[in-house]
């Protein structure tokens, strides 16, 4: 395409908001207007669609529940008197009680005020939380937070060695919906025991962040911990960062979160509009359908230029592949849809993998983001007229370029700068554009059940292991791997049997083995008594 025509295609699909200073480009994915009015009926049904979600329909048929992370931002939209009051109030607790934290009412025992935080949860209530904090918090964060966000015992050392002897002014935050999530669990389990072991009362150190009537709560108010904020039913992990999941950790870091929820409420309405051309998330979401075919033939990686958006990639993983990864359409059609999500930042990649995004194998779409603003105050002259922040810009649009000119495609996202305002749109914007694609591929972006698999997966391994451990233990003399499956009635878990029996061996958990660990069938197992 000649320089003119790409000029005029640039101007033509350049979106522009001129009260958010938000500019989205699709010019560089290459679509036709064939395709645009092709694409038309499926967005008058996207748009209805996500319509009816906001208005309260069940948009999550296999658990009966309705969507509606939209109302965090609008209370006024939610469907029920009940649903608004409680949406408010849950905002105005969470700013309450940040500001007893900072101004000291809230003590830790030991006295003095609090001075972290340690978060514990997975998934998406502690990516978009990680990404806030990594984004948004201030230098002078009245508290600093850590994660816990794995069952990793080392990891958990690691972050526990970090706070060091501020555990007594440490405030943890416990985030489950359910209460029974592994991973949260055994991290709350071990800090707890932490707590115990340095004389300190876990309780007066201890926020709840969960569902109405789970484990979670009835633990939190049997030990009487500081605080119980909720998690509701009709807002899915990945989507929960403007709720208490991720409100309650960036208020007590000094993030503006009312800017937060007034970027994503202004996102909100921009794309509510049934103009394909004139709605950013409807943009979008066209961009990935035809790069990837519908089919999620492309992988999305995300290039955003500006460090404190390092991990806006970690946290869009999440939200696009567990809503849009599933092996069934709302048909019941096995279509086993998904767009893979990688990235890290600019200038980092183009020392990194630009080199295969340009030369190598073209399975990717692009989407840069671009921060206007350099840094607060003056600008520092490296070379005559010439600051980091023009290499930076330089090195974004020479990437864009060479892509380009080897047929690679797109996006580029434009923000005046990274504050809560512009990350709660930029958040808002991802959550709409999942829904619309959603739609448009025709599948239930709103329940995951491959990562219930895995869960289940899981526990038949640990209940495998306690049926091993029990069978070692009443075992009169030592046991091969073959006999041990066999007791255990399940010689067709022989493998998974001899990695429990390795791991178990390795962490000196009461086993003694005869023969050699790399010819699994010459060991003989058996327990010290």
């Not at 526990?160 to 029974?180: F, H």
């Not at 698999?453 to 899981?458: L, N, S």
Request: hydrophobic fraction near 40%; charged fraction near 25%; aromatic fraction near 8%.
């Amino acid at each position: 395409m000649d320089t003119a025509k790409l000029w005029q295609r640039y101007q033509d699909w350049l979106y522009y908001d001129k009260d958010l200073e938000f500019y989205l480009d699709i010019s560089r994915i290459s679509f036709d207007d064939a395709f645009v009015r092709d694409m038309k009926p499926k967005f008058e049904k996207a748009f209805q669609d996500i319509d009816g979600i906001e208005a309260g329909e069940i948009a999550n048929p296999d658990e009966d529940r309705m969507v509606g992370h939209y109302w965090l931002r609008d209370p006024e939209l939610a469907p029920t008197k009940e649903l608004k009051q409680d949406i408010i109030e849950t905002q105005e607790r969470i700013l309450h009680f940040a500001k007893q934290i900072h101004s000291g009412k809230i003590t830790p025992p030991t006295g003095g005020k609090f001075t972290d935080i340690l978060s514990i949860g997975i998934g998406g209530s502690a990516l978009g939380p990680q990404f806030v904090a990594q984004a948004l918090a201030p230098l002078d964060a009245p508290l600093d937070i850590h994660f816990i966000d794995n069952s990793d015992p080392e990891g958990i050392d690691t972050i526990l060695a970090q706070i060091g002897d501020r555990l007594d002014t440490t405030l943890v935050l416990t985030i489950s919906k359910s209460g029974g999530t592994a991973e949260t669990r055994n991290g709350m389990l071990e800090v707890q025991k932490v707590y115990q072991d340095s004389n300190l009362d876990f309780a007066a150190h201890a926020v709840a962040i969960t569902g109405k009537g789970s484990k979670l709560e009835g633990i939190a108010k049997r030990e009487g911990w500081l605080e119980i904020f909720p998690m509701r039913d009709w807002v899915g992990g990945r989507t929960s960062e403007l709720s208490a999941v991720g409100l309650v950790a960036a208020a007590l870091q000094g993030i503006n979160i009312v800017e937060m929820l007034d970027g994503a409420k202004a996102m909100d309405a921009l794309t509510r509009k049934h103009d394909l051309k004139n709605n950013p998330a409807a943009l979008l979401a066209m961009a990935w359908y035809y790069a990837g075919n519908g089919q999620g033939e492309k992988d999305m990686v995300i290039l955003p230029y500006k460090d404190s958006l390092l991990l806006f990639s970690r946290y869009l993983q999440q939200l696009v592949m567990e809503s849009l990864g599933k092996e069934k359409d709302l048909d019941g059609n096995v279509v086993n849809q998904g767009i893979a999500v990688y990235g890290n930042k600019g200038s980092t990649d183009q020392h990194a993998y630009v080199q295969q995004l340009r030369e190598g194998v073209n399975n990717f779409f692009l989407t840069f983001v671009e921060v206007l603003e350099d840094r607060e105050g003056k600008p520092v002259e490296i070379e005559p007229g010439i600051t980091s922040g023009d290499y930076l810009l330089g090195f974004l649009l020479g990437t864009r370029q060479a892509l380009f000119d080897k047929q690679r495609d797109s996006i580029t996202i434009t923000i005046s700068r990274v504050d809560e305002f512009n990350v709660g749109a930029l958040i808002a914007l991802y959550e709409r554009t999942v829904t619309i694609y959603a739609s448009l591929i025709n599948i239930n972006a709103y329940h995951q059940p491959g990562v219930e698999a895995g869960k289940k997966a899981a526990n038949s391994v640990l209940k495998l292991q306690d049926r091993v451990v029990d069978i070692l233990k009443h075992a009169r003399s030592p046991l091969s791997l073959l006999e041990l499956a066999e007791k255990a009635k399940s010689t067709d878990q022989i493998e998974t049997i001899y990695k429990i029996i390795r791991h178990l061996n390795a962490n000196d958990r009461g086993l003694i083995l005869k023969g050699n660990l790399g010819q699994p069938d010459s060991l003989e197992v058996f327990w010290q008594k």
